[in-house]
């Protein structure tokens, strides 16, 4: 090519780009303004279903549902919107200062949709529409929903959008209008459940309307879960608390597998959806605590198979090292009491009558060092791992803590206090069932868990320590501890109708302020299985009503085979 020829190509390049400048910019050059004035793109999210989560027989406990939700655009209502919101709350019957509320809390730019009102019936989402035309937005939305509420409420905890805490939690990748579980193992396991937003992206012009569609990217659901527990029993357990305070939990001994885990009082988590949950945060009886293992209580007797396994393994008392219990137990000056009279006991009669006199020479033998050791070999002190958020560990005394904490000596009445699970000694009913499982499970701390399986995969969370405790001394406690159902004098005799042959051990665990716990800890075999439970109510005066509540559980299950 010669260079005349090269010059042309160039000069005809450059005439054609003139040409097509001139041709947008003046003669269309109008159009093209107006359309950058008037249109603008904007993104309408499709919200991503959560995954479901059932129970260990497939029960959906938690579930997404259709919602409508009612939205506008800021730049396209800036010059009427409180004449709108005024209008729109009247139409709605809600009062105004939700609607600016709602405005206020979720606004992220002038062109992104504002939710003002969620979860509207289908047939008012409807109506505000067409009254109100294209100021609105109605879009369908998932919203949470939880069957056995007040039941499982304090296992699956509830959702909210994370907008009140979206700078905490932007940085692991969280949308600002996303729901994020909030406690629970919509907490715990928010990662499977959360599924990932979609949207539509559109172009509008400034009357609001669709002119134009450029793309879609659909909405990825999240995992379904399920978890160890039966829905059956989880709701037998809460009937039979009734209301009080307390809690009920049964776990597979082997693996740990969390059967049932309620605590009492509970709460709605669809109404932290809904809206109505602002009285869970003043009510005096603290709906919202999971006792099960955000609570720490005393332990009363129930430590008492601890107290023994531990005298054995250091070889400070045999199964017949026997005292005598005349009521009354004297320490210098001072007298502990026990609940009876029950003459000479030997270590498995003083675990079957619970005879504290019994306990308080072993303590005054053990001293409060090899006390301290072995309550947290048995874990006392330490977090269960348990799969829910907020768990709270125990606390374990020794001279050392005394002093450094309260700045007090030792004395010998705290022996003797820490000898019957009284005094400082602290537990969370998780923890405490969790240790009483170690006479269950051949001397290993298993790890309680509550996910079953995720989607098609199961689930490996079994973990197991072993306290470093010989077979043999485990077996004298648990021999002791059988005779507390089995036997016409046991405290927990009751049971033994029940034909699990169920070993355990009652506690009465005074505190200062009000009357005594109730506990009862133990392990049975149904059906070639072995199960670990504990059933813990609040100042109930006496063990004998956590040892009925577990009667009436057992027999149910008992009746409708449900182990």
């Known amino acids: 090519m010669d260079e005349i020829s090269a010059r042309r190509i160039y000069l005809t390049g450059l005439i054609l780009i003139a040409l097509v400048l001139f041709y947008t910019q003046i003669i269309r050059g109008e159009f093209y303004l107006n359309r950058a004035r008037n249109n603008y793109v904007r993104v309408i999210p499709i919200r991503s279903m959560r995954g479901t989560i059932f129970d260990r ?7 997404d549902k259709a919602s409508f939700d009612i939205a506008v655009v800021p730049y396209q209502i800036r010059m009427k919107k409180i004449a709108l919101f005024k209008e729109l709350a009247n139409y709605a019957k809600v009062d105004v200062k939700k609607l600016y509320r709602n405005y206020g809390q979720e606004l992220m730019g002038m062109f992104k949709p504002v939710t003002v009102l969620r979860n509207i ?49 932007k940085k692991y990748d969280y949308s600002p209008l996303e729901r994020a579980g909030v406690s629970g193992i919509e907490q715990y396991y928010n990662t499977y459940l959360r599924g990932e937003d979609g949207g539509d992206l559109v172009e509008i012009d400034a009357g609001g309307r669709r002119v134009g569609f450029i793309g879609q990217e659909k909405p ?15 709701k037998y357990a809460y009937d039979i608390l009734a209301g009080r305070r307390g809690c009920a939990i049964m776990m597979n001994s082997n693996t740990g597998e969390v059967i049932c885990l309620t605590s009492s009082p509970s709460f709605d988590p669809n109404l932290f959806i809904t809206g109505g949950a602002g009285e869970y945060f003043i009510d005096h009886q603290k709906p919202l605590l ?76 053990c001293g409060p060092q090899i006390q301290a050791k072995w309550a947290k070999r048995f874990g006392l002190d330490s977090l269960t791992e348990i799969d829910l958020p907020g768990e709270k560990r125990g606390l374990v005394p020794s001279p050392e803590w005394k002093q450094n904490t309260l700045d007090l000596p030792w004395y010998g009445g705290d022996t003797i206090n820490f000898s019957i699970g009284q005094g400082f000694l602290l537990a969370t009913p998780i923890e405490f069932v969790t240790a009483m499982n170690v006479f269950a499970a051949n001397g290993d701390l298993v790890r309680p868990c509550i996910l079953k399986q995720v989607g098609e995969l199961g689930s490996s969370l079994t973990k197991r320590t ?21 036997t ?40 070639n299985t072995k199960y670990t439970f504990g059933f813990f109510i609040e100042n109930c005066s006496t063990s004998h009503v956590a040892v009925n509540a577990l009667y009436e559980l057992f027999k149910k299950i008992k009746e409708e085979k449900l182990l």
């Not at 029940?498 to 005074?510: E, S, V």
Request: proline share 4%; aromatic share 10%; charged share 15%.
């Open 290 to 365: 999971n006792r099960a293992i955000q609570a720490t209580y005393p332990l009363g007797s129930v430590f008492k198979p601890i107290e023994a396994a531990g005298a054995l393994e250091d070889k400070i008392i045999n199964p017949h090292t026997s005292f005598t219990c005349t009521g009354v137990f004297a320490l210098g000056a001072a007298r502990f009491r026990c609940w009876s009279t029950h003459g000479v006991q030997d270590m498995y009669q003083a675990l079957a009558h619970s005879c504290d006199v019994y306990f308080y020479n072993v303590g005054r033998l």
């Open 488 to 527: 016409d004098t046991g405290t927990a005799h009751i049971l033994g109708s029940l034909g699990f042959d169920i070993h355990g051990k009652t506690g009465t665990a005074q505190n200062s302020a009000k009357e005594s716990h109730g506990w009862f800890v133990g392990y049975c075999t149904i059906n």
């Open 220 to 234: 990825v659901p999240g995992n379904d879960i399920y978890l160890t527990i039966d829905a059956k029993i989880q």
């Open 466 to 486: 072993h306290v470093n405790i010989s077979q043999r001394s485990l077996n004298e406690v648990d021999t002791g501890m059988g005779m507390v159902a089995d």
């Open 57 to 63: 027989h497939g029960v959906p406990l938690a579930a």
């Open 121 to 169: 019936d289908k047939a008012v989402a409807l109506n505000i529409q067409e009254h109100f035309g294209i100021d609105v937005l109605i879009s369908p939305q998932p919203c949470r929903h939880y069957q056995y509420a007040k039941e499982f409420a304090h296992v699956l905890g509830y959702v909210k959008p994370v907008t009140s805490i979206y700078a905490d939690i």
